[in-house]
């Protein structure tokens, strides 16, 4: 069986893909760090409310064979530091030929779509937990992004990140 991927930004999708690729987010991401569902559907499909931003947000969703959503990427781009940003990238199984070969397609259309712009990526960067219990690291997200992306040249820098506090407005 022959196996083919293609990722799509997630704004030309259909909403139902969105959502399946959400759905894949939600199961697979550590609690501690996953992002407002409603946030990230709102970047999706009202990015001119956010043009505003400095930064860049792409959305990408990895389809495998006969079109079923595999996979949900989130990167952000800071152009003033030549930074992207992972946020977030799950696959609906956890298996490194589907994660890299993810991983390296968005890579590349990002790259292509900030060329078209005249920027460029200087590094990439992303954070991990590192939260430990009996001395064991233990959200297991974290863990696995470590291990694949070690395999990528990331080193691990160990500098104290503090997440601000959510804002709830009624």
């Known amino acids: 069986m022959l196996l083919q991927f293609k990722v799509i930004p997630a704004g030309k999708c259909p909403k ?6 959400i759905e894949i987010y939600c199961k697979t991401v550590d609690s501690g760090s996953m992002t407002d569902t409603n946030q990230i559907k709102d970047y999706i499909w009202n990015p001119k409310a956010h043009s505003h931003e400095t930064r860049s947000m792409f959305f990408y969703l990895l389809y495998g064979n006969n079109d079923i959503v595999d ?16 946020d977030y990238l799950y696959t ?10 993810f991983y390296h ?6 790259e ?11 590094y990439i960067i992303t954070e991990l937990s590192l939260a430990q219990k009996d001395g064991k690291l233990i959200d297991a997200d974290s863990n696995y992004f470590r291990h694949l992306l070690s395999n990528e040249n990331y080193r691990l820098l160990k500098y104290p990140y503090y997440q601000p506090p959510s804002i709830i407005l009624v």
């Open 112 to 122: 292509e779509t900030l060329k078209k712009r005249g920027q460029f990526v200087r």
């Open 71 to 86: 996979g949900y990427a989130e990167f952000a781009y800071l152009p003033k530091n030549q930074v992207l940003v992972l």
């Open 16 to 21: 139902k893909d969105v959502l399946e690729a």
């Open 105 to 110: 397609m968005v890579i590349q259309e990002i």
């Open 92 to 101: 609906r199984q956890r298996n490194h030929v589907l994660f890299y070969n």
